[in-house]
């Protein structure tokens, strides 16, 4: 899996993203990530067609990511039917990565149909996002494939170290969604941030994208401007220094402010919402 990749999340506008994720595969991008519930799959498997289609890239280069649902994560069969449907969404045979995308509904039985998934070849790997840490340690203690991955929130403002060590435990490869905190607290313009970007020449996006990347996480960030999908990926030059990680560590709220995993109303909305 590429350490970087691009996330499509919240660009509904089916024209807008297959031309995103066109640009974003021409800029250098070559992991890209979805889901189900962006629906925006058949705009992702379009903008990829048409890269290929023109020599940018190859389907083998590529490394495409999609997620199930909670609303398919019922049974071993529901969830194995929503690869299916993902796939033809996207107009591909296999798909190289298939997440749950939340630890919620029968979450056990729609990774045995993910596993199944991966053993009949429809994914080259299975996973998980927003799994946290004892909820991994049981996964990862009851299931035949280990996750690959566990994709969860990670950025300055939510360090989440201990829940990095627990993956590095059962070899799960951490991958931060919101890389960016969504833009959340000022990160564009945070002084510190901006500060140690200027030793490098760069901006504080790419300091807080090699701040994760550095510290061994993957990372996905999105954007719908070319100058900025260039920036985002342009951070594979620079080391920041162990003083450098520090101090943007330091920025950590130890809560995410984005998203509440505790709450059971927000637990309740994402087991009400039907994309299909
Ligand atoms: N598994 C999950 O539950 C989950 C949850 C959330 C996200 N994700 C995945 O993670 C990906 C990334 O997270 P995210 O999209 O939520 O947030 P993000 O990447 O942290 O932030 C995206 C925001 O930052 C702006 N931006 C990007 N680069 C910038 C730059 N260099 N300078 C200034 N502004 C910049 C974007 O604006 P413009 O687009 O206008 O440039 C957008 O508003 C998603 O797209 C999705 O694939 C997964």
């Given at each position: 899996m590429p350490a970087e990749g691009f996330g499509v999340f919240q660009i509904a506008d089916a024209a807008q993203c297959e031309q995103v994720v066109y640009d974003a595969i021409k800029t250098g991008y070559r992991l890209l990530d979805t889901a189900?519930?962006?629906?925006n799959e058949e705009a992702v498997g379009k903008g990829v067609a048409r890269a290929i289609a023109e020599g940018i890239t190859t389907r083998e280069e590529l490394f495409i990511t999609t997620k199930v649902w909670v609303q398919d994560q019922k049974t071993e069969e529901t969830a194995y039917e929503a690869v299916k449907v993902s796939l033809k969404k996207l107009a591909?045979?296999?798909?190289d990565l298939v997440l749950?995308?939340?630890?919620?509904?029968d979450y056990f039985a729609a990774y045995r149909g993910i596993e199944r998934a991966c053993r009949e070849g429809l994914t080259k790997a299975v996973g998980v996002a927003n799994f946290y840490p004892a909820v991994l340690a049981n996964l990862c203690e009851n299931v035949e494939m280990i996750p690959a991955v566990n994709q969860v929130e990670l950025h300055p403002f939510f360090v989440q170290e201990s829940a990095l060590e627990n993956m590095k435990a059962y070899g799960v490869v951490p991958q931060a969604w919101g890389?960016?905190?969504?833009?959340?607290?000022?990160i564009f313009t945070d002084p510190k941030l901006t500060e140690i970007g200027q030793k490098y020449g760069k901006s504080a996006a790419q300091v807080v994208l090699r701040w994760n990347a550095q510290r061994g996480v993957s990372i996905i960030p999105k954007s719908v401007h070319v100058e900025r999908m260039g920036q985002n990926i342009d951070i594979w030059d620079f080391t920041l220094t162990d003083e450098g990680m520090a101090e943007i560590a330091?920025?950590?709220?130890?809560?995410?402010?984005?998203?509440?995993?505790?709450d059971p109303a927000f637990v309740k909305m994402l087991c009400g919402m039907k994309i299909h």
């Open positions: 189900a519930a962006y629906m591909m045979p296999y798909v749950l995308h939340q630890p919620m509904g890389p960016l905190a969504e833009g959340k607290h000022g330091a920025k950590d709220l130890g809560h995410s402010e984005i998203v509440n995993h505790d």
